[in-house]
C-alpha cells in the first residue's frame, strides 16, 4: 500500500493526458478524444476539457420539487428551474416561510453540481395540477379542497393510490377513465423538460449537465418500490409511465419501450432506470415480481433488466441500503459501518410514526423466505436479504447459477431525494432538511414521517467516470456502470481488476493507462483467468480536495461469493489505511484531529480466489470521523431547548463519511 500524493492522484484522475490514447475495456485501443470516444444523440459541440482516461463528475439524480405532490418544496414554490439554478450555485428562495405564505430565507450550495435530473413523481402530476391550479375545472371540488388544507392530508389522499397492488386513478378527480388527470399533467411535465432544456450547457464549455427525468412511485403496501427514470436526451415521451400505469418493474420497462426508441414515435428516445432506497423495501425489490419462475421467464427478466436498470442507489436522506448485519440467509461477519445512518436494524424494536395509525412499536425481523413485509417506508416491517445492496448482489450471483444471467448485476451511486429543491445539499453542517415539517433545528431533531426528522441524513451524491460533461457521456458512464456513490463528500474512487497488474503499480505516472490496458474498471466483468491466475485488484481514492473536507482513514475491498454448497457469503477486506489511527472529532468545535490520508493506493492479489466460483468485488473508502448533522443542530438550540437526543446517546455525536464504486464481477468460464 501507498499513500499517494493528493498533487499527484487528482491531476491524474481528473485532467489525464486528453490527447492520448487509452485502452478500452477489451484492452484494444480507444480513440483519441477527437475520434469516437462518446457516441453522440444530439447536435452539439465536444468538450474542451475531455479526456479518453474520463474524469469525475458529481451531481445528484434524485431531486424533487413542488411538482412533486409531497415535497416540501411547495412551501416555497420551488420550481425544476430553481432546482437546476441552485445546483449551477445560484440562491433560491427557501424557508423559513413568512406570515403571508411566502419563503422568507435563502439557500445556496457549498459548490455547484456537474449535473441533475429533477425526478418530480410521475403519478400525480395532473392530479396535483388539478386541485392547485384556480382555473382547472377540479379547484372547488370537495376533493381538492381538502387536498389542499393540509399538506399532509393531500399527500395521503393522493398516496393511498400507489400503497396498492392493482393502483387506478381517483374518478371523482380525474374521471371514470382518468383522461382529465393525464390531459392536465401534459402541462408540468413540459415544463419539466423545458427545465432541463433551457439549464443544459451546449456550448463546448460544457460547465453543467441536466436529464429529463421523474419518479416511478410504486409503495404496494408502504414498502418502497421506487424507480427514477432518467432519459438520455430530449426525445422523451409525452407523459411518464407511472406505477397507474405498470405496477411492476417488467411492465415499467414494457411500457417505456412502447412509447420510445425505434418503431415508435419517439425513435430517438433512450431512458435507463435506478432504484433507490432498497433498505425500505420489505423484499418487494426481488427479482422477478408479478411474474411466473420458470426458466424463460427469468431469463428474459434478467435481460431486460441488465438492458434497462444497470445502477442502484446506495445512500440517500432516508438512510443506507449497503448492508444489514445479523442475515441468516448470507454468511457475514459483522461491520459496524452497516450502522452509519442505518433505519433499518435487524432485531431493534422500532418506533414508527404512521399517518394511518399514529405511533406504533414494531420489531424488525427478517422475511420468511419467499415472502414479503409491509410498511417498510414507516421504517417498519421485516427485512430481506435484497433490501440491500451487498447482500442483493449475493442473490445475483446465485440466480446466474441457475439461469446463466445475473438480474441484480447493478452498479453504484447516492443521491439526496431532496424534497426541497435543494440538489447537492449534502454539507453535515448546513443541512437545512429534505421534507416537510424540517424547517428548525427543532423539527429536525425529532422523529419524522417517512423516517425523517432525527432519522434522517442530508443524503449523498452521484460520481460518474465520464470523457465530458456532458449527456452522451454520462449515460454511457452510467450505462458501463463506471460510476460511484459518496455520502455526501466528493471523494474520488477508483477501482479496477486484472489479472497481472505490478505490485507497484501506485507508483508509476502512467498507471490509469496501465489499469485500462491491463484489466477493466469498476461495473466490469474479469474474464480470462488463466490456470493458476488470481485477481489483481488496483484501489485508489483521493479526498474531497475542499479546505474543510476530511482525510480519509482506510480503503475497504468488499468480496461476495457463493460456495460450491451454493452458501452464499460477503467479507470486508481492510487494504490500505487503518481504523486504528486515532481519528476523533471534538464535539465542542467540530475540530478532527488523528492522522489521515489526502489519498490512498493499493495493488491486492485475492489469495482466496475460486475459479470455479461467482464472486463479486467492491470498494469501499472511509474518512475520519466528523460531526453528524444533528450534532450541528443541537448546538444551535439553547442548552434548555434542546431535546433528549442531544444528550442520551441515542444518536452518535459523530459520523464517518463513505464512498462505495461500482462491483467488478467474476463469473467462472
Known sequence: MRAVPLRFLLPVVLFAF???????EDGAAAPSVSGAVVTRTGDRPACLDASPLRQALFGDLHVHTSFSFDAAANSTGATPADAYRFAKGESIPFW??????APAGSITIDRPLDFVAVTDHGEFLGERSLCRDPESPRYDSEFCTEFRSNQRTGMQMLGAVITTETPSRIEELCGEDGSLCLEWAKSPWEAIIEAAEDAYDRTEACSFTTFVGYEY?????ISNYHRNVIFRGAEVPDLPVSYVD???DSLLWQGLDDVCGEGTARPGCDYLTIPHNSNLANGRMAPYRGLDTTLESRRAYAEKRLEREPIIEIFQHKGGSECVNGLSSVFAEPDELCGVEAVRVLGRDETVQSLLAGETTLRTEECPEGENGNQGMLGAGCVDRTDFVRSALVV????????????VKLGIIASTDTHTATPGAVAEEDWRGAVSVEQTPGERLQPGLLTSGIDGNPGGLAGVWAVENSRDAIFEA??????????GPRIRPRFFGGWDYSANLCDQPDLLEQAYAGGVPMGGDLTGAGDGATPTLLAFAARDPADDAGLLQQLQLI????DADGTGHTRVIPVAG???NGASVDPATGERSGDGHDSLCTVYRDEDFDPGLHAYYYLRVVENPSLRWSWHDCQRLAPENRPAVCSDGSYPESIQEMAWTSPIWFRPE
Open 578 to 580: 487503518s481504523p486504528d
Open 559 to 562: 468480496k461476495g461469493w457463493v
Open 478 to 487: 452510467m450505462e458501463r456502470r463506471e460510476v460511484f456513490g459518496t455520502s
Open 96 to 101: 423559513p416561510v413568512g406570515e403571508d405564505g
Open 217 to 221: 412511485t410504486g409503495t404496494p403496501g
Open 396 to 407: 445475483g450471483l446465485e440466480e446466474e447459477m441457475e439461469t446463466g444471467l445475473n438480474p
Open 18 to 24: 486528453p490527447a492520448c490514447r487509452a485502452p478500452s
Open 246 to 248: 405498470a405496477p411492476t
